[in-house]
């Protein structure tokens, strides 16, 4: 079995990257935001970003997803330019291929949207114009986040933190994307709910084949989802590999502190 | 007050033509909302302030102007509009839609079909339809731009979704030749039809907000809709009572204390003619047909 595991990612590292980085840097006036970043990320991999609160995590990731843009290096998703794109060509790509989750779901859902309307917004925006096969697909998308069907027509506003996650990452996954970017998905959430919802998040990341890239401070996360690392300190990565290796056995300085302090808690 | 205390039409020259190019701006991009520097009027925004600019800036001393109110000519907002123009720009006035050279319009478009020479304006209190549902402005401009209408029908959605239909029945979106989406002004969405491949010119005027938009004539405008909850036009199921057309937009009038009721026609202009040439309905009495 965990041969078989091993066999179908070996194959899937041989197919070519489906994000390629380069010399990635991006800066707040002279402060830098992060930098010299360089990696790839293979199709259905789960590169896990970690480091200290201010190491420059959540700005990489935005430059990754057009959030922003670097001030040096290259972006390739599937041998396309990205920073080259036109801004349209962009957003259109991240309402289909690409999906964002954001740390606060508030900053992902509309609060004033019923949750079916929220899930469906992304068929709609892609050109879906009949309203019983998005609600089918709304109804199906809630089920597999473990929201009941009878909150459909409900307001994302009376939901606990947790579903409210839970209905961000439907409302993101519903038009099938292939590279979901997940900004400290857990965060805020309480320990139980963030259990369960770790729990949900590597089910579909293993159904869906999802390549994702997410970026916590909690190696608890990374150990249960990453297949790879990625360390980051004063904007920079540190050290890089294998999640297990890279946990069990760290090189640098600043990832074994990392580890040991996990190991405190 | 004295006329001649005024520019023709009250607005000064400049003003004017600021106003004319952002009108033809809007004529060469149908639906799209261009800006334009709104000044204060004699009287308040809720009284359609974009509308008497454009009108203001579009009235040539040999216009006749009508203007209608929910389809009548005689409310307040309507009486106080066309006493304005009377007086500053000295036009002619007429209820008779076929005579008017422009039409100024809060809430209906008439009943009887406009012709070429004409222009229609209308009153418009929002003019951006995606703000309902997205209240920065920075992101519906983008949304226009990048042509991301994905969020319009969430808003129809919404209204499948919580009463089993679309329920909007005013300022129902439309989509302006394939391309933008636009705010049709609070018109029941009765009169959407009539929007498309108009023979008359048809701006749009948005005081507080600072936007004109613009139909020219036989301009595409084809209103929103799910495939399987088609766009429909919602009809009461009564004819008028005093004119017995069929196939009008009706008030419902409270006739006494008992709570009878009866339907008439809304556009009152087109109503009072059918009775003129004889038509009469469930409650109207023969008008004479003789003419004075
Ligand atoms: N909008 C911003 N303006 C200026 N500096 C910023 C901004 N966002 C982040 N930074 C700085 O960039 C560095 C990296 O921050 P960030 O990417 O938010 O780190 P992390 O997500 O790992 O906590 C920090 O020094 C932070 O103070
Ligand atoms: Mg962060
Ligand atoms: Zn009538």
Known sequence: MTAAVAQIQTNSIEDAPLLKVQNLA?????????QNVSFDLFPGEVLGIVGESGSGKSTLLAALAGHHQPDRGTIHYRDQDILALQESERRRLSRTEWAFVHQNPRDGLRLGVSAGGNVGERLMSVGSRHYGNIRTQALDWLERVEISPDRIDDRPSSFSGGMQQRLQIARNLVTSPKLVFMDEPTGGLDVSVQARLLDLLRGLVRTLGLSVIIVTHDLAVVRLLADRLMVMKSGEVVEQGLTDQVLDDPQHGYTQLLVSSVLQV | MNAQAYNFAYLDEQTKRMIRRAILKGLAIPGYQVPFASREMPMPYGWGTGGVQVTAACLVPEDKLKVIDQGADDTTNAVSIRKFFEKTAGVEVTEATGEASLIQTRHRIPEQDLSKDQILVYQVPIPEPLRFLEPRETETRK????????????????????????????AYPVKVEGRYIMDPSPIPKFDNPKLSDSSAIQLFGAGREQRIYALPPYTDVQSLDFEDYPFEVSKAPHDCDLCGAKDTYLDEVITDDAGSRMYVCSDTDFCSTRRQNGHVGRLGTPVSSEVA
């Open chain 2, 143 to 170: 949304m226009h731009e990048l042509e991301e209408y994905g969020l319009m029908h969430v808003k129809l959605y919404e209204d499948i979704s919580r009463h089993g239909e679309i329920s909007t029945s005013y």
């Open chain 1, 26 to 34: 991006k800066f707040y006036g002279s402060r830098v935001g992060c």
